[in-house]
């Protein structure tokens, strides 16, 4: 297959006019790879720290609050909108809110792009909140980046991440030619001097202290050292202690006698500066106080313009700094500092021969190497794009199992939700849940047993339970405790709980659940027709309908549904426009629903333009959640709240595909149009694998259904909106495939 070639990409980190190395090094990164690729279009997203207000260049086109979860939302949003076919993350830690920075992943759980991710630290035992970022980002990433082979070694051997999926590419560094060094002095004033630099936002892991007090034994040796120590006090640092720590290396130096050997030079360098004041030095020194740190851009520069450095043995220093390139010395060990410093500085050849050395390992790191490093990473990601295959259909039975249901339920009714598989009390009942598992009960066919009658009882008695005749509306809402946490619950949670009371009067096998249910009806019925939310009206069309057809003259499920079927109409038609053929200006979930319920109404009341509108929605929503490739792709929660806009992929929910396949199903009753048959097997066959990511959602031998498809995984929790919604879709599917009506025909439609 041939290459596709990158032409758009999207930028997560820090960026100038922010202070720090992930903002340079975004900046530089950007430019490399604009500079070898000139029609690529790179676009920043960049990361403000709390309080942070920068004025930022025109390729910075979104601004991120790091403790702010919308702007996480937003910024994904706009990724998606923008057509970047790559996503390019700057991580470290602190840069990005939440435990360990993850807040990172509301972006990256959001988008379709593939990521490749530029690890800026891995430590060799972080903390478990570390440890889960950084494993989520492997499994959303393709491509994971270190700088050394540190960083390649702590992935695989601490977080067990595939040899195939790191890459290593070191810091990249600007290209320039070897300078005159006493030329450079003189920009500096530093001629006559021997120059040591240590260059950095000023805090104290620097370990600046250990080399002013090896700086004594120095002068001593060698009168004209200078040691220049660059750069502005971290804003951190500053916004907590001032000039505090500044202070401290100044008293220091004058209580040693050497204040007139140091140049401390407090401000906030630019690379190009940076780079001349490199090229004045006649050693770098990096003191650093611990190992810490697996790339340093500062290290890195130094080497590519070709300066011996004396270092803490951090690890970077320990890949880089060999005999050939100067010295490593023990951490805080002073002594070592002017041992070896003193060595360099008394021997030209050697010093000359290191500064040859590193400058020939910085031409394999300039820039231009970095760039066409990356930029075949992401042409390899682009064009790999698996082609999908089909998940078969044509010999899988829909069985349903109740065992993931009587997981989740006890004699109070079913809880709501679950860790992984096990049942979370914390978050107690709701009545969407247990009206859900209501329906099911008397749709199971086969499956029906003494169980699941019993089971029938009690999501009944919770129903019933559930109602409030004095406030004329159901509650939702009860802690494990039995306590319910209101009084009312809300309008969509009346419409389902009035939904399965009309299905139980129908379907129920038991006479005396449905005499519970006309009874139960009969009551909730007046209050019903004061609901507004249109998903509610919906739910009461559908629980009506059932009710009509157990007993047609049935005056309030008539007025129900003559009620609410004009509603709908009117909603559908005052926002319908030519490319936008829908019930409200946004959507949102349970969307099927809503033509399902105005084409039952349509048909109940033989008003042909409602049942002709209603499929013209559902034909609409079908296409919008049908792919390009011809799988279903349910509209994701992020497409929540945006107005006449296309829907986005993720977080795509369970319930909207089994919301699918009834309407479909209804709309082949209504119409007796085959195609709706492919469509329902569309839906079906998300639950089994044929989706976005090739992932089954749901497991028929077990019953159970994942909580979500999200961009790069499945969310592994059970909940009951889940296993239910796959359960009562294996009984949609399982009596279409009882009564034969899925033929050859419409399996190959769905699989072309």
């Not at 070191?170 to 005159?180: E, I, Q």
């Not at 129920?508 to 019903?528: G, N």
């Amino acid at each position: 297959m041939a290459s596709r070639r990158t032409t758009h990409i999207a930028i997560i980190g820090n960026h100038p006019p922010r202070m720090c190395g992930i903002a340079t090094f975004t900046a530089d990164i950007r430019a490399a790879l604009v500079d070898a690729r000139p029609e690529l279009e790179a676009d920043v997203y960049a990361m403000d720290e709390p309080g942070g207000l920068h004025a930022y260049p025109s390729e910075v086109v979104c601004q991120i609050g790091q403790s702010d979860l919308a702007d996480y939302r937003a910024a994904a949003r706009r990724i998606n909108e923008s057509g970047a076919q790559i996503i390019l993350v700057q991580h470290e830690y602190g840069i990005f809110g939440g435990p360990a920075g993850a807040h990172l992943l509301q972006i990256l759980d959001r988008t379709h792009s593939p990521v490749v991710v530029t690890l800026h630290t891995v430590l060799d035992n972080p903390s478990p909140e570390q440890r889960l970022v950084i494993e989520r980002l492997a499994r959303r990433a393709s491509k994971l980046v270190v700088m050394a082979e540190k960083g390649r070694q702590f992935l695989e051997e601490v977080h067990g991440i595939a040899p195939a999926k790191i890459m290593v590419i070191p810091h990249g560094v600007p290209d320039r030619p070897l300078a005159d060094i006493d030329a450079a002095k003189r920009r500096f004033g530093y001629e006559g001097h021997r120059v040591l630099l240590t260059f950095g936002l000023l805090s104290p892991n620097k370990g600046i202290e250990t080399i002013i007090r090896a700086l004594p034994t120095i002068v001593a040796e060698h009168p004209n050292t200078l040691y220049v120590v660059l750069g502005a006090t971290h804003p951190t640092l500053v916004s907590r202690d001032g000039e505090a720590y500044r202070e401290s290396l100044v008293a220091l130096a004058d209580e040693l006698g050497v204040l007139d050997h140091i140049r401390f030079v407090n401000e906030y360098t630019e690379t190009d500066r940076l780079l001349d004041y490199l090229e004045a030095v006649d050693i770098y020194v990096t003191p650093y106080l611990n190992e810490a740190q697996i790339t340093s851009g500062t290290l890195s520069y130094a080497v590519a313009l070709g300066k011996p450095v004396v270092s803490a043995p951090f690890w970077h220093a320990v890949e880089v700094i060999t005999p050939a390139r100067g010295a490593l010395v023990p951490f805080g060990d002073h002594a070592g500092f002017s041992r070896e410093i003193c060595a360099l500085l008394a021997d030209d050849d050697r010093r000359n021969a290191a500064r040859n050395d590193a400058y020939a390992l910085g031409r394999t790191m300039i820039w231009q190497r970095l760039a066409e490093a990356y930029l075949a990473i992401f042409d390899d990601v682009v064009s790999d794009r698996t082609v999908r295959l089909p998940v078969g259909v044509r010999d899988v039975a829909a069985v349903p199992r109740l065992d993931a249901v009587e997981r989740l339920s006890d004699h109070c009714g079913m809880m709501q939700h679950s860790i992984f598989s096990v049942p979370d009390r914390n978050h107690g009942y709701c009545v969407d849940d247990n009206a859900r598992a209501l329906i099911l009960m008397h749709r199971l066919g086969d499956a029906r047993s003494e169980r699941s009658d019993a089971l029938a009882t009690i999501y009944a008695s919770f129903v019933q339970h559930a109602w409030n005749g004095a406030r004329g509306a159901f509650r939702n809402f009860m802690s494990y405790d039995r306590h319910w946490l209101e009084e009312v619950g809300s309008e969509d949670s009346f419409g389902r709980a009035l939904w399965s009371v009309g299905v139980t009067a129908h379907e129920a096998q038991r006479q005396d659940l449905k005499r519970w249910a006309i009874h139960l009806f009969d009551q909730v019925a007046p209050h019903a027709l004061t609901l507004r939310s249109i998903r509610a009206c919906g739910f009461a069309i559908l629980g009506a309908a059932s009710l009509l057809r157990v007993s047609p003259g049935h005056s309030g499920a008539k007025l129900i549904v003559e009620k609410f079927g004009k509603r709908l109409h009117a909603e559908l038609l005052a926002y319908r426009r030519e490319d936008w053929r829908w019930f409200e200006p946004v959507l949102g979930y349970d969307n099927a629903r809503l033509p399902e319920a105005l084409l039952i109404a349509g048909d109940i009341v033989g008003h042909e333009a409602m049942v002709d509108d209603a499929l013209d929605a559902l034909s609409w929503l079908d296409r919008l959640q049908t792919s390009e490739s011809g799988y279903y792709r349910a509209v994701g929660t992020e497409s929540f709240g945006r107005r006449f806009a296309p829907p986005l992929p993720y977080d795509q929910q369970p319930l909207e595909a089994w919301a699918s396949i009834d309407a479909a199903m209804t709309a082949a009753a209504v119409t007796g149009d085959r195609h709706w048959h492919a469509c329902a097997l569309r839906a079906w066959r998300w639950y089994l694998g044929d989706n976005d990511l090739g992932q089954p959602m749901a497991s028929l031998d077990a019953g159970i259904c994942f909580d979500g498809l999200m961009s790069d995984r499945a969310n592994l929790n059970t909940g009951a909106e889940s296993v239910l919604a796959f359960q009562l879709a294996c009984c949609s599917i399982a009596r279409v495939q009882a009564a034969g009506a899925v033929e050859q025909s419409d399996t190959e439609t769905v699989a072309g």
